[in-house]
């Protein structure tokens, strides 16, 4: 059977069983649609917490990006697992026992304070509309991608499905919908993975491959090091950003991570508070998978790459670079005209995707417009690292069909769990916390499938039409995280003196300079674009970072102002004595 | 639960927060980033330490630390009566 009719078939299986959960898993109360009921078990929260992080950028994107970064690709390997050591520590347990639906329920609650809870709520809506933008349209990607229809109906699609088990199930739904996603996706991460492993070193696990030898006897790495320097590159396994860059990059990560609040809510659907902390074990256990898989799959990868092409001539390059050259992923331009692929340090192209023209050359490969006078030849996406992967090495069709279903698997878990928060803000957050508080359970059930849908319709949009800052926005989402949510909530938890005046004022200031830094650096948006560039950036500091900064600001803002204003009330230090002990957990109330 | 109680277990939870964060911004902001050039002079196979950490050993090391804690807690848990 060909791919096509494979693709078919499994993401259609998937789908199926995706709905299937959805209608089994019905929710029928409030705390079923925010917190599953608060029933789920440690091992299957660590399953849905693994697939609702893992996005389809992480799948697709993340292999790729660490292939054509080296070691610089190191800051997302461990800014993205390292956060959940801080939340298992610092945030999971506590905020379990303190047993409300959301985090600016505990930050309303804590900080008693309705301004308080707004700026949380206004925070938590920002952070997972920006993610989810991105997600929607990821959906779309990998639907045009390997069904062949254009991306927004690809959009379309995703936006039912997701809808059908959200509306119907809420967290519920959700949470055993990303427990079938998870298994389908690393099983579809995995076994190109163990494929190409044994192909390049004989060994089955990719970990323990990427650091042995070839059939030349040549360590791997030392091998992708020697072409790499060669040719002018730096060596792989040294970096190019500044140390205090890769520092500052990597702790934003880790503090956005703990602090995004679709991560966080995951763990009030647990019954215990000691369930809390085993499931940020397994959730990382799940997740540490696929982290240490991406990087062998990133060297793996990038050796074959450069030695299969370079200085290769164009008519005896193997099928899948001119298939991948059809979709636009490669591109090529003869520029010493001597028929033969130079790939060099230096882009290829100028602008971001190479624009292709109607014709061809000479040698029957594409033409496109936008080469850069650079001696680099070749344009490679870096999607194309975990895509081609199985086709490179020669796997069946089932097995690139089974990558296109966990590429979907991944978008959509993140989709959906994103899409409960924003629902949750709206119905639970604003309208039973602030506007009418008077309403029933059953009322607010239906508010809360009515945000649902909103939040989809809403995030469709912006999956078809994708404002323009949409590809940085990954930075602003856990810049934001990282300055707002992540000190707020471990003060709240650490520090009993931590009032009202404090936690705002910290709050607003770390989301104030956080924006203002990437606004200004990122999307040259503010002050004058010629002192924007990398050279002005305060203290070498990359917008990426900028989080860590912004929460050092709320850190520093929150102490000093709550020294001169006054302790929280008894009722509130009782609280945080409270949340400190974990016994008698109790059910998550919302009332 | 009497307040003395509380404050010791308080304090014994505070005491393993400080051993396992500070071995958690050892293997990855020490080893992987700080140190990370000076353990590269050192070899494990066909990985330059300070390389593996940065993209493997240090993920590793924080999954072992949260299944520490679990374990450390639900001991701690135990002592002062308060696992359910």
């Not at chain 1, 989810?132 to 229809?149: E, H, K, P, Y």
Request: some cysteine; glycine content about 10%.
């Amino acid at each position: 059977m060909d791919i096509q009719t494979w693709t078919f078939i499994i993401v259609g299986f998937t789908f199926a069983l995706y709905i299937g959960i959805a209608i089994w898993s019905r929710a029928s109360s409030t705390k079923d649609f925010y917190v599953a009921g608060g029933g789920v078990s440690p091992l299957a929260n660590g399953l849905a917490t693994a697939a609702d992080w893992m996005s389809a950028a992480s799948f697709l994107g993340m292999a790729g990006i660490i292939a054509f970064s080296g070691y610089d690709g190191s800051v997302y390997l461990m800014g993205w697992t390292g956060g959940y050591v801080l939340l298992a520590l610092l945030l999971a347990p506590y905020l379990r026992k303190f047993g409300k639906f959301t985090v600016p329920d505990f930050i309303g609650d804590r900080y008693y304070s309705n301004v308080a809870r707004t700026v949380a709520v206004i925070a938590a809506l920002f952070v997972s509309f920006t993610y989810v933008a991105g997600q929607m349209r990821g959906v779309g990607v990998v639907f045009s991608r390997f069904l062949d229809v254009e991306v927004d109906t690809g959009v379309y699609i995703g936006m039912a499905v997701v809808l059908f088990y959200a509306f119907l199930g809420g967290m519920k739904g959700i949470t055993y919908t990303q427990v079938a996603q998870y298994c389908v996706l690393i099983f579809a991460f995995m076994v190109p993975a163990i494929f190409i492993s044994i192909m390049a070193t004989g060994n089955p696990i990719p970990q323990i491959g990427f650091g042995s030898a070839g059939e030349d006897g040549v360590y791997l790495l030392d091998k992708l090091d020697g072409l790499m320097t060669d040719l002018g590159f730096t060596a792989y396994t040294d970096g190019t950003k500044s140390k205090m860059d890769v520092f500052f990059i990597t702790a934003a990560l880790m503090l956005g991570t703990a602090g995004l609040p679709h991560v966080i809510i995951r763990f009030f659907t647990v019954p215990k508070v000691k369930d809390a902390r085993k499931s940020a074990g397994y959730a990382l256990l799940f997740i540490a998978i696929l982290y240490t898989t991406a990087p062998a799959i990133a060297v793996f990868a990038r050796t074959n790459l450069m030695e299969t092409v370079q200085n290769k001539p164009y008519k005896e390059i193997p099928e899948w670079f001119t298939k991948w050259e059809n979709t636009g992923l490669i591109a090529w331009t003869d520029k010493n005209e001597d028929g033969r692929i130079q790939y060099l340090p230096g882009t290829a192209i100028n602008g971001k995707k190479p624009e292709f023209s109607e014709s061809r050359g000479e040698l029957g490969e594409r033409l496109i417009y936008n080469f850069s006078e650079e001696k680099n030849e070749l344009y490679v996406d870096r999607d194309i690292t975990v895509l081609a992967n199985p086709e490179i090495a020669g796997l069946p069709n089932w097995v690139i069909a089974l990558v296109a279903a966990g590429g979907l698997a991944a978008a959509l878990s993140t989709a959906a769990g994103l899409l409960l928060v924003i629902s949750t803000s709206i119905s639970h957050d604003l309208i039973k916390k602030q506007l009418a508080p008077g309403i029933s359970d059953k009322r607010e059930l239906a508010i809360a499938r009515f945000s649902a849908l909103l939040a989809v319709v809403v995030a469709g949009y912006f999956g078809i039409n994708p404002p323009g800052f949409v590809a940085s926005v990954v930075a602003l989402a856990f810049g934001l995280a990282a300055s707002s949510f992540f000190p707020a909530i471990v003060m709240g938890i650490f520090s009993k003196r931590m009032n009202r005046e404090g936690a705002i004022f910290g709050m607003l200031a770390g989301l104030g300079i956080t924006s203002y830094y990437i606004a200004r650096f990122k999307l040259g948006w503010l002050g004058n674009p010629d002192m924007s560039e990398e050279k002005d950036w305060w203290w070498g500091i990359s917008p990426e970072g900028f989080g860590t900064v912004g929460m050092l600001v709320n850190f520093g803002v929150a102490i000093i102002i709550s020294s001169f204003t006054k302790a929280p009330p008894k009722e509130v230090r009782e609280i945080v004595e409270n949340i400190r002990i974990p016994s008698n957990a109790g059910d998550a109330i919302g009332h | 639960m009497n307040t003395d109680n509380r404050k010791k277990y308080w304090r014994e939870n505070l005491k393993y927060l400080a051993i396992l964060l500070s071995i958690w911004f050892l293997v990855s902001y020490g080893f992987g980033i700080l140190l990370v050039d000076e353990l590269n002079t050192v070899r494990m196979g066909g990985f330059k330490l300070g390389f593996w950490f940065a993209q493997q050993g240090s993920i590793y090391i924080f999954v072992i630390l949260i299944f520490v804690y679990v374990r450390l807690m639900n001991k701690l848990d135990k002592k002062y009566k308060l696992d359910e």
